[in-house]
């Protein structure tokens, strides 16, 4: 797999086809995005991370390997902006402005938005590899064999790995039910 920098700073190399890789930025945007999102960017920094990381694909389209999937090169490239990204708002921790938690919610955006929250904070507290592979077999839909190519991995310590995540998030989830059903039962009485 090329080694591919993260620099935004180098200037853009030229890209064998333009019309290509514009396909290749509208068809797999929102994947990237959402893959930040994933690995720990905050929604105020997803959309300039996204923007780096199709700087970084324009700049090195010459070195792409067709025989690589296209979606393992792009979580590659994503990882590494993403790390960027994660380190420096760890040294400058913005403010963080709550909800009013007097603001009426309808209970189906509540819902969703406890359900997130969830797997926000499941995601959050998985080990950064069990986390990668989570998000790619569970949230993108990649395969084992795929998920071994983008991480550059054996592909049956992707398997372990994988097994864990999806026990921890079982576990999460229980705990998650028993928690509900408990708050529920209070709410009765």
Do not use: C
């Amino acid at each position: 797999m090329p080694e591919v920098s993260t620099d935004a700073d180098e200037g853009p190399a030229p890209v064998r086809d333009e019309g290509e890789f514009t396909r290749v930025f509208a068809a797999q945007h929102d994947f990237v995005w959402r893959t930040l999102g994933y690995l720990g960017v905050g929604r105020p920094a997803q959309d300039d991370a996204t923007q780096d990381v199709f700087i970084v694909v324009h700049r090195r389209w010459d070195s792409y390997d067709p025989a690589v999937p296209l979606r393992a090169w792009l979580f590659g490239i994503a990882r590494r902006v993403a790390d960027k990204y994660r380190a420096r708002a760890a040294r400058a921790a913005p403010l963080r402005v709550l909800p009013d938690p007097d603001a009426p919610l309808p209970d189906e955006a509540l819902a969703r938005r406890e359900a997130a929250g969830l797997i926000e904070a499941f995601l959050a507290a998985l080990p950064e590899d069990q986390r990668e592979v989570f998000v790619l077999a569970e949230l993108e839909g990649l395969s084992a064999p795929e998920i071994a190519v983008a991480l550059d991995g054996k592909l049956n310590t992707i398997y372990s790995r994988l097994r864990l995540a999806r026990r921890a998030f079982e576990r999460t989830l229980a705990r998650h039910r028993a928690r509900w059903q408990r708050e529920g039962d209070h709410g009765e009485a």
